[in-house]
């Protein structure tokens, strides 16, 4: 059975990363599988690769990491929240949301800008929405996380 | 976090399922019924009018829009001159409503 989950929140202020952290360790303890962990909103924050946890507390980002590369499932980072949210991975964003109105300029001028910067942290990937919508058509089992 | 934003975030996922072909119904309940009331001016506040984007729901063949209408009566929301057409539905039709769905995405409003 596959599965699939989508988390919403901030992992700073909110339980539900380290929730679905736990399922995803829980499900695939039970053989399960896993293909998509998909972060929205201001859970992208998770692939900030400049942010570093306290050494007393759990380092998300790292635990999210080595249970995707043991596990083989993707980490998806949503490419419009990331944009919005300053998660960058040094090349232009594709930003599947259409532009709006007066804003497209900004917007254009601070993806411009952007492309120097990358501080996507490693075994994370920028994903559209279009991606999330196929897992959660594929997959079994869909999950969210708010 | 700002519910205009929680709208937006809803309606983008709901036209990119749409745009990839499955089926979408959207229900407005509780708070989220406010977002269908005409005439907001978010711009006074400096936020983006986001609710324009219910009026496109449309192009993308979401006709299945659904107001909860116990909520709809406790924020005074009357069904005529909305963002976009919206369907009134009562608590068992709204039951029947998330038994259909395979899927369902909840956006709730904090606060």
Redesign the interface.
Known sequence: MKFAL?I?SSPYHRQACRTALRFAQSLISKEYTLSLVFF???AVVIANRLASAPQDEEDLQSQWRALSQSEGFTLGICS?AAVRLGVCSGRPHDV??PK?GG?AEEASTAQHEEVMIDNLAPGYQLA???E???A??ECDR?L?F? | ?DASLLLK?AL??AM??A??G?SVALLFEGKGVLQLLPDQQPEAVGV?HYAKALQALALYDINDVYLCEASAEQYGVSSDALMCPAKRIDLEARLDLLHRSD?I??Y?AQG
Do not use: I, N, Y
């Open positions: 989508h919403k929205s909103s201001e419009a599947s949301v709006e804003r559209g929405l279009g999330w919508v196929e959660s058509v869909v969210m708010g | 976090m975030e983008d996922l990119v399922t745009a990839f499955q983006k899927l995405f909840d709730p």
